[in-house]
């Protein structure tokens, strides 16, 4: 037995005494400690809503102070003082969902939870139909579009068209994996649109016997790998000439062996060094046709006859297809334009000059809108290479081929 005076049992005894016969009782030091961490577990549990904890045994609530209703706070209580700020002054538990069936404003914001405009329905969790949904506290990150909000891509990363606040990038903000055929730039709306790539275009669709020389178009040194800056070498014309009607200055391809040749001829075949006439008839009048990054063969010089072929291809059609142009300038009567998809050899000029000696590699594809052919006495086709940016409609008829994703 204890001591009735011994100074330990004065101290166990001061908050556990309990009525019993014959006076008071303590309870032992073990058995207090025991019953006080249930209190405590039994306190924690019937607050079933407080998962922030500034403290241990402490719990944040939103905390209205009696008659300012609009000033409400944030502030850490006990959790023994919780139940009584709960039941006294309508104070809520602060946590990261608001509860739609309590009436409370568990983010604090001054409005019942889900009817304040910052509340959104999180269908990850949540029953549309239920009663006790949740609606959960704005994030930007969480892929879900809240007030506030331009864009929300469900990360807090940059480059990505959608910055780490959530608003959009401005309009050509870098975007994609660069140096691949996903680099791109930002259109302001959160897409990242895809830059001009020649080479992400194998294999790809072609509809004339016709290469295009590498360094012609995208501003190479001979014999070193295209650099991919074709959309600013093409702004301007390549090889420029003059349509003859409505004086329009264009690019021209010229086959001729000569410093001006920026195209070849070719069918597109690396096994025999022959290029010839009524193949490359064939493909112009049963194209497109399916090509890849084989080695080909190529030809120069001006070809009248093979012209001549694309030209009634374009005006007059095959034998058993209209016309491939059509009139889209109001200004020049007739048709005048035909979209045509191309690919690209590596450089011929200065070099090989397109000439049948070796085989040379397609490294790519565009697209080219022919507006004038010239059989007699130039023998050129002159017109427009295309760039996404500065032509969307005429390049997305184009179509390039299967792996071309622009």
């Avoid at 405590?40 to 905390?63: K, N, Q, R, T, W």
């Avoid at 590498?214 to 959309?231: F, K």
């Avoid at 060094?273 to 497109?288: A, L």
């Avoid at 409609?393 to 390039?400: A, V």
């Amino acid at each position: 037995m204890w001591s009735k005076w011994h100074p330990p049992r004065e101290h166990f005894c001061r908050f556990c005494k309990v009525p019993g016969v014959g006076g008071f009782r303590c309870i032992p030091y073990f058995l207090r400690c025991a019953l006080f961490s249930l209190l405590l577990l039994f306190a924690a549990g019937s607050l079933v809503a407080a998962p922030l904890y500034a403290a241990e045994g402490h719990v944040d609530i939103c905390h209205a102070p009696p008659g300012k209703p609009d000033n409400r706070k944030i502030m850490s209580v006990s959790v023994a003082s919780a139940e009584a700020h709960i039941q006294r002054h309508g104070d809520s538990i602060f946590g990261p969902v608001e509860s739609c069936t309590g009436g409370g404003d568990e983010d604090c914001d001054g409005a019942v939870d889900c009817e304040d405009f910052d509340c959104t329905f999180d269908p990850r969790t949540d029953d549309e139909k239920s009663d006790t949904f949740h609606c959960k506290i704005p994030e930007c990150g969480d892929g879900f579009l809240d007030h506030g909000e331009a864009c929300d891509d469900g990360n807090l990363a940059n480059n990505d068209c959608c910055t780490s606040d959530c608003q959009f990038d401005h309009y050509g903000a870098s975007c994609g994996q660069a140096d691949t055929c996903e680099a791109g730039f930002c259109d302001e709306a959160g897409s990242c649109l895809p830059e001009f790539d020649t080479r992400c275009a194998l294999p790809s669709l072609v509809d004339l016997p016709i290469a295009i020389d590498c360094c012609a178009v995208e501003g190479s040194t001979p014999g070193l790998e295209c650099q991919q800056d074709y959309c600013a070498i093409t702004a301007q014309p390549i090889n420029p000439c003059v349509i003859s009607t409505g004086g329009e200055v264009v690019s021209c391809l010229e086959f001729f062996a000569t410093p001006a040749l920026n195209a070849c001829w070719s069918v597109f075949d690396g096994e025999n060094p022959y290029v010839s006439t009524p193949r490359m008839h064939e493909i112009i009048e049963d194209g497109p046709i399916t090509v890849d990054s084989s080695l080909v063969y190529l030809d120069n010089h001006t070809k009248p006859l093979i012209v001549g072929d694309i030209w009634d291809r374009m005006m007059r059609g095959s034998s058993s297809e209209g016309p491939a142009g059509t009139d889209r300038y109001p200004d020049v009567p007739g048709i005048d334009s035909w979209v045509v998809r191309l690919p690209i050899v590596e450089c011929q000029n200065p070099g090989d000059r397109c000439t049948t000696n070796s085989p040379k590699e397609i490294t790519g594809a565009l697209c080219f809108e022919i507006r004038e052919i010239r059989v007699t006495p130039d023998r050129v086709i002159a017109g427009r290479f295309l760039c996404p940016e500065r032509d969307p409609e005429l390049f997305e008829e184009c179509q390039l081929g299967p792996l071309f994703t622009y």
